[in-house]
């Protein structure tokens, strides 16, 4: 039987939850990725003032709650009187373990620095059995992902792309790369594979870029609509 291609099976990824049908970063837009059959579903993670992670994308809850101010100024209880969406509050990391149990893997991206060794030690913890990837455009904070668990999988983001993203996974001992849409060529994609890298392409919301994407053969798609991956 022959052996079946890496790119042969696109993963399909939410975004914030599947963000596209639901409020982002919510355990009703979780729910919603898994009842479309994504493989993952990525979330944002910051830090409230009182030391718990929460998912929330901004520095400000302005933009995603009924609610003002900064992530880092509010405690736990504030953050939960916040709307974030038909009547959801923002939840913790240990709130959504807790929901998607083993029906989903999780993408962590860790918004600043000082997450990775507690985001490790909540996953541990609660005992999650599906894949959990750690992402983040803060170089030090996924070396401080690997040595809070050694056998993680730490996901580099480029905000620009470097001569040699390559070379710069292997640094931190990566094992998936985050690229833009528009940073994503066929030659990017084959270097990155040659270096043993998994390549993430986001956010995909077209599906004249998911098709473009496909064709370049990433391995993984995130998007408002996974549903259209």
């Not at 939850?17 to 837009?29: F, I, V």
């Not at 959990?132 to 401080?144: C, D, G, W």
């Not at 496909?214 to 408002?224: A, E």
Request: charged share 25%.
């Amino acid at each position: 039987m022959a052996k079946e291609s890496p790119n042969q099976r696109i993963l399909r990824i939410g975004h914030r939850g599947a963000c596209g049908y639901k409020p982002e970063n919510t355990l009703a837009s979780i729910e919603q990725a898994i009842a479309l059959r994504c493989d993952f579903t990525e979330v944002d993670i910051r830090r409230t003032s009182d030391d718990e992670l929460v998912l929330l994308h901004d520095t400000r809850v302005d933009r995603t709650t009924n609610g003002r101010g900064l992530v880092s100024a509010l405690t736990l209880p504030d953050i939960r009187k916040l709307d974030a969406g038909g009547g959801q509050s923002p939840p913790t990391l240990d709130d959504v373990l807790n929901a998607v149990s083993d029906r989903i893997g999780l993408i962590l991206e860790l918004k600043t620095g000082g997450l990775a060794y507690d985001a490790c030690a909540i996953v541990r913890a609660g005992g999650f059995n599906r894949p959990v990837i750690y992402a983040s455009f803060l170089q030090e904070e996924l070396q401080h992902v690997r040595r809070a668990n050694p056998d993680a999988q730490p996901m580099i983001l480029f905000r620009r792309l470097p001569t040699n993203p390559g070379a710069a996974a292997a640094r931190l001992h990566a094992t998936h790369t985050g690229l833009r849409l528009n940073t994503v060529t066929k030659p990017l994609v084959t270097a990155l594979h040659n270096d043993r890298l998994i390549v993430f392409a986001y956010t995909a919301n077209q599906p004249a870029e998911i098709s473009k994407m496909k064709m370049l053969g990433v391995d993984g798609i995130i998007s408002d609509f996974p549903d259209l991956v």
